[in-house]
């Protein structure tokens, strides 16, 4: 059985466990159905995923250029608080910033390597925990703009850490964590503009990734240096896929390849 296509972030429905699907132009392929067997993965050309062209990939799977114009690729997409459209002034395409920004926005805690704080909008939750492979997550505050939930996690990352170990998260050697107690804890370091936002009641979620066994050790698949691979496939956790031999391939760190994917 053989795909072709551009890579892009793998689509994922919630349950147990949590179904990855890979969707390209003409077809899709639920990954979870891979598991146990033999992938092999060729590196064919280039596709940015904003004009299409056949240009190398600068990050988050565009070309250089795409990546400074568009607005999807402003700052405040990975820092929040540089967000501008609730005070009506423009980055790159204002209609756009209003549209993203000015909607809800969840900042929660997640357990994949560690505690961690985040944002993201909320109708990317959960999607945004199981892209991150956190096995536990939980909503801190829920504020009506991109601004105010930026600037709540630039406060609390003084108290808790906001980035993710990847090695360890894919090697699970993870602690479970009283989400509720550390939310609780942390409650006081919440500025006063999202402080009235602040959800007291909540549980916390847990999300089960389609693992057969976890690697020992981890070593990164990188398509222009190792254009063509070929391993069994042993689970998926993140937006990774785990080999039987202990590479890992990051689909979202791969956006806007084009490759063949070919099961056996």
Same mark, same amino acid.
């Given at each position: 059985?053989q795909?072709?296509?551009v890579l892009?972030?793998m689509?994922?429905? #919630?349950?147990?466990p949590?179904q990855? &699907? !890979?969707l ?9 159905? @891979?598991l146990? =067997?033999?992938?092999?993965i ?5 596709q940015?995923?904003n004009?299409g ?6 990050r988050?799977g ?5 990546f ?20 009506e ?8 910033e209003?549209k ?10 997640a357990?994949?390597s560690?505690?961690k704080?985040?944002?993201?909008r909320?109708s990317q939750?959960p ?12 909503e #801190?505050v829920?504020?009506?703009?991109? &601004? !105010?939930?930026?600037i ?6 003084e108290? @808790?850490?906001? =980035?993710?170990n990847?090695r360890?998260m ?8 009283n989400?509720e107690?550390?939310?609780?804890r942390l409650r006081?370091?919440i500025?006063?503009e ?7 009641n909540n ?7 389609p ?6 050790k981890v070593?990164?698949?990188n398509l222009?240096?190792t254009p063509?691979?070929q ?5 998926i956790?993140?937006q990774y896929?785990l080999?039987?031999?202990n590479?890992v391939?990051n689909i979202?760190?791969?956006e ?6 070919t099961i056996?």
């Amino acid at each position: 059985m053989q795909y072709e296509g551009v890579l892009r972030k793998m689509k994922t429905e #919630i349950g147990s466990p949590i179904q990855y &699907y !890979l969707l390209f132009d003409a077809d899709f392929l639920n990954v979870n159905q @891979v598991l146990n =067997k033999n992938l092999q993965i060729t590196f064919l050309k280039y596709q940015c995923l904003n004009c299409g062209l056949e240009r190398p990939i600068f990050r988050q799977g565009f070309c250089r250029s795409c990546f400074y114009e568009i607005p999807s690729a402003g700052d405040w997409i990975m820092h929040p608080e540089l967000s501008t459209a609730h005070l009506e002034k423009e980055d790159r395409d204002l209609e756009y910033e209003k549209k993203v920004q000015l909607q809800p926005h969840i900042v929660y805690l997640a357990n994949s390597s560690n505690v961690k704080v985040g944002v993201t909008r909320k109708s990317q939750v959960p999607t945004r925990w199981i892209d991150q492979g956190a096995h536990e997550a939980i909503e #801190i505050v829920e504020v009506p703009n991109r &601004y !105010l939930a930026g600037i709540t996690e630039v406060a609390l990352k003084e108290h @808790v850490a906001d =980035k993710t170990n990847w090695r360890k998260m894919l090697t699970n050697k993870v602690d479970d964590e009283n989400l509720e107690s550390w939310r609780n804890r942390l409650r006081p370091f919440i500025p006063a503009e999202a402080a009235p936002y602040f959800i007291e009641n909540n549980k916390e979620t847990e999300l089960e990734f389609p693992v057969l066994s976890y690697p020992e050790k981890v070593k990164s698949l990188n398509l222009e240096k190792t254009p063509q691979y070929q391993g069994k496939l042993m689970g998926i956790k993140g937006q990774y896929l785990l080999f039987e031999d202990n590479t890992v391939f990051n689909i979202r760190g791969s956006e806007g390849y084009y490759v063949s994917l070919t099961i056996n």
